[in-house]
């Protein structure tokens, strides 16, 4: 177990997620000190509901990788397949694993 990689309890579905070091990186980027307290999952529908978009499209989807259920900010356009964000991020970066 590195010590790159964390694991949080989501306070919305209370179920546990991991913080990766991808997903760290990304935060530090945005400046946000504070690790997140959501899944990826509530994250994406709570950001939905915050947004005042009306463009804002939320997609479930099957993971193509692990066949468990995620959230996308997006239409996808069918042409590749869609991964939650672990998968996401452990084949994009391979930091996560
Ligand atoms: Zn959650
Ligand atoms: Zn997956």
Redesign the pocket.
Known sequence: MSNSEHRYKCRDCGMDFIFCKAEQDYFNTKKLKNPPQRCHNCRVLRRAELSDEQSHHISALV??????L?YVPFKPNGQKPI??????YSRKLELCV
């Open positions: 993971c193509a990788s692990c066949y468990s995620t991964y939650c964000v672990e998968c996401y």
